[in-house]
């Protein structure tokens, strides 16, 4: 696991966070640079564990910030185990400005039933939180 170091800022405002999302496709249009949020969802569904969630986005919304800041989506396990951390780092020159920071996750790990948490992370320092469920579907299809 990479350890993503927290950027120097250039500025003295911290980034917040107006939003965290997961979702199943984020399409972007190349001209006016708005984005469709396809399948929001809070919840998985897997008829056996351990499964691989085949495809999904994190999608966080920032504004308010000045400066260069290092950023990282991480997913912990219902144990607390840390199941993936990505990050980068974006830059803010307009803190009036709105950037949205889109990871896509292919075949993500999961290997617990129960709650899954989504950290939006500045640096080192948590930004906002979401949640999804990973249930086993007792049907046999």
Same mark, same amino acid.
């Given at each position: 696991?990479?350890?993503?170091?927290?950027?120097?800022?250039?500025?003295?405002?911290?980034?917040? #966070?107006?939003?965290?999302?997961? #979702?199943?496709?984020?399409?972007?249009?190349?001209?006016?640079?708005?984005?469709?949020?396809?399948?929001?969802?809070?919840?998985?569904?897997?008829?056996?564990?351990?499964?691989?969630?085949?495809?999904?986005?994190?999608?966080?919304?920032?504004?308010?910030?000045?400066?260069?800041?290092?950023?990282? +989506?991480?997913?912990?396990?219902?144990?607390?185990?840390?199941?993936?951390?990505?990050?980068?780092?974006?830059?803010?020159?307009?803190?009036? =400005?709105?950037?949205?920071?889109?990871?896509?996750?292919?075949?993500?790990?999961?290997?617990?039933?129960?709650?899954? +948490?989504?950290?939006?992370? =500045?640096?080192?320092?948590?930004?906002?939180?979401?949640? +999804?469920?990973?249930?086993?579907?007792?049907?046999?299809?």
């Amino acid at each position: 696991m990479e350890q993503m170091p927290e950027a120097a800022a250039i500025g003295t405002e911290r980034p917040i #966070c107006v939003s965290l999302i997961v #979702c199943n496709e984020v399409i972007e249009d190349k001209r006016s640079g708005n984005k469709t949020l396809v399948g929001l969802f809070n919840g998985i569904m897997t008829p056996q564990l351990p499964a691989s969630h085949p495809r999904m986005f994190l999608m966080a919304s920032l504004t308010s910030g000045t400066g260069s800041w290092a950023f990282s +989506f991480r997913i912990t396990a219902p144990s607390g185990r840390e199941v993936i951390r990505v990050g980068d780092v974006t830059r803010f020159q307009d803190p009036l =400005i709105v950037h949205d920071l889109i990871v896509e996750l292919r075949n993500l790990p999961l290997e617990e039933a129960g709650v899954y +948490f989504v950290d939006l992370m =500045i640096g080192d320092t948590p930004a906002a939180n979401r949640r +999804f469920n990973v249930q086993v579907t007792s049907e046999k299809r």
